[in-house]
């Protein structure tokens, strides 16, 4: 059974930094593209980041471009998400998920895994 589990979010303060982790569990994620998304209040899930597992191609919605950095540990099936210059508009709930497909998707229906999701608060 695939599992993603996410942590590392928490309450920051606007311009700070968090680091969120998705240990994937159950299989090799080496022919699978991995990404984050987020969903805020009264908001649709939306794209933040993602990374083909093999390779290391990413891609980032322009929102966070240029402050947030998608990596992937492959010893440790692990993918990584470093949040920086936090603002407030980047509370949400975030999430991991995996696809088969071997590209970069920001369409939700198109990944086959999800994690739980993990909460990330930023007070102005």
């Known amino acids: 059974q695939v599992q993603l589990v996410e942590s590392g979010g928490g309450l920051v303060q606007a311009g700070g930094s968090l680091r969120l982790s998705c240990a994937a569990a159950?299989?090799?994620?080496?022919?699978?593209?991995m990404g984050w998304f987020r969903q805020g209040p009264g908001k649709e899930r939306e794209f933040v980041a993602g990374?083909?597992?093999?390779?290391?191609?990413?891609d980032y919605a322009d929102s966070v471009k240029g402050r947030f950095t998608i990596s992937r540990d492959i010893s440790k099936n692990t993918v990584y998400l470093q949040m920086n210059s936090l603002k407030p508009e980047d509370t949400a709930v975030y999430y991991c998920?995996?696809?088969?497909?071997?590209?970069?998707?920001?369409?939700?229906?198109?990944?086959?895994?999800w994690g739980q999701g993990t909460q990330v608060t930023v007070s102005s």
């Open positions: 990374i083909v597992w093999s390779g290391g191609r990413a």
């Open positions: 998920a995996a696809t088969k497909l071997l590209v970069i998707i920001t369409s939700t229906p198109s990944y086959d895994y």
């Open positions: 159950g299989r090799t994620f080496s022919r699978y593209a």
